[in-house]
């Protein structure tokens, strides 16, 4: 079969104009970037306020594996698969960082046949959105310690800075470096480092902003260091966020392109899943609500992560309610969460499917009990799966009360995905009127984070670091104790340990560090050992990436 790359490279892709008038958007609403993107001037969502909100369809997954999920190419492709039966659809995702194109995973566009176009510049640098974030957290670093250079009014206490710099690039050597050296000239020396874009708080503020007064409020609230006598400086006591909020001005509109069968899609913010809260901008969300009749969104990861986080910070800043969750697995990863190596997952192994089938169960679990949302499972095929592994997941998420579907939207587009559309569609006139956030505001943030890790995790309980303990006594006594959590945890188990496969038990969550993050409104909880500046792999997907004298890429995927 041919490659992603080549597959995208062959597709008669439709001016941007045709997708936009298709959805009832005026040149006087959009922005070009060319002849095949666009962005969207996020003020017509205030136009279309009055209009009725969309169906809206969560996709989320188990929790990845090398085997490969297809998460986002089972988004698009049951967008594609909602058109084709008559649904006005439009399509909903993140934006890829650079980090993980050069690094493992590859690029984050979809695959096969289901695929958001041009998937070139969709994987690199795209309209520029991700840069501005790093330039508006950047500038608030530089002023940070320009504050401090020039006489630190403010007192704030250099010991006590928590905002790092970011790179839009996997770069371990990074993470800890000590800067201002050199002599006075050239600042005040400290320790200082590095997260990657997808981490910084700016991104997450302009994926949760409602509009730009909003994103400045927001902006103005972030925690950049303490002072000496413990309070908090914020970008607005640094009178960053007028600028900060100006490198943004064209970042905050949505971005439009369209898949292979040319739906709709909003491709806006990247905050990671792992390490963030891992959703779509909610106003491309809230604007292809108002645009469609369905809308087709992801989370990132599997659905102890984002889908959590989808709920409990997305949803309620937003006013969100999914009308269905589509949770993606594959017989080959399943098999892999019971235990079997990559090399052998080809084979048939009824015995492996059975025990690594607890890693969905768990996460079916969620959605119907403790999200209190209807579940449709989406397997997605590959050549190897046999007929009696696809039936017996099949018949076991049917004894859950979940419904499955085989698709198959790699290999065939929209067509593949039209029985899973079906049964969504069948989800959604079912209805469910049991939505629950998995936590009331009102809980102290430990008592949260507990709550998260065992219901969410299967946990037995939290250990909490003495800094973490120390951290969220402090955060309660400033007035943050009403924010929702963000869990900072790996995403291949449900523990903190990633070599934790399937559906572990009788384990414990530690939370090693806790941090604020006031403009974007939310705790960071991170366990593990997680990192926000992940690191290449000793083969980075960069060395297989190349492009010819007639600007031809080849070997992204």
Known sequence: MKSDIEIAQEAKIKPIKEIAEKVGLTEDEIFYYGKYKAKVDH?????LEDRKDAKLILVTAINPTPAGEGKTTTTVGLGDALNRLGKKTMIALREPSLGPVFGVKGGAA?????????????NLHFTGDIHAVSAAHNLLAAMLDNHIYQGNKLNIDPRRIVWKRVVDMNDRQLRF?????????????????????????????????????????????????????????????LKAQGAMA?????????????TIEGTPAFVHGGPFANIAH????????????????YVVTEAGFGADLGAEKFIDIK????????NAVVIVASIRALKHHGGVSKEKLSEENLQALEKGFENLQKHIENVKDVFGLPAVVAINRFPTDTDRELQYVVDRCSEMGASAAISEVFAKGGEGGIELAKKVLEAIERGNDDFNFVYPLEMGLKEKIETIAKRVYGAIGVDFSKEAEKEIENLEKLG?????????????????????????????????????????????ALTGEIMTMPGLPKEPAAEKIDIDENGKITGLF
Do not use: H
Request: proline share 5%.
């Open 43 to 47: 003020r017509v969502l205030k136009k």
């Open 110 to 122: 979809g695959g096969g046949y289901a695929q958001v176009l041009p998937m070139e510049d969709i």
């Open 177 to 237: 470096v000590v800067n201002g050296l050199g002599g006075k000239a050239n600042g005040v020396p400290r320790e200082d480092g590095y997260d990657i874009t997808a981490a910084s708080e700016v991104m997450a503020v302009l994926t949760l902003s409602k509009d730009l007064s909003d994103l400045k409020e927001r902006l103005s609230k972030i925690v950049v260091a303490y002072t000496y006598d413990g309070k908090p400086v914020t970008a607005g006591d």
């Open 246 to 258: 100006v490198l943004l001005k064209e970042a905050i509109n949505p971005n439009l392109v369209q």
């Open 278 to 293: 891992g959703c779509n901008s909610l106003i491309a969300t809230k604007l292809a609500m108002k645009l469609a009749d």
């Open 315 to 322: 949803s309620r800043i937003g006013g969100l309610k999914p």
């Open 480 to 524: 943050y104790n009403n924010l929702p959590i963000c869990m900072a945890k790996t995403q291949y188990s449900l523990s903190d340990d990633p070599k934790l496969l399937g559906r572990p038990r009788n384990f414990k969550i530690t939370v090693r560090q806790v941090r604020i993050s006031a403009g974007a409104g939310f705790i960071v």
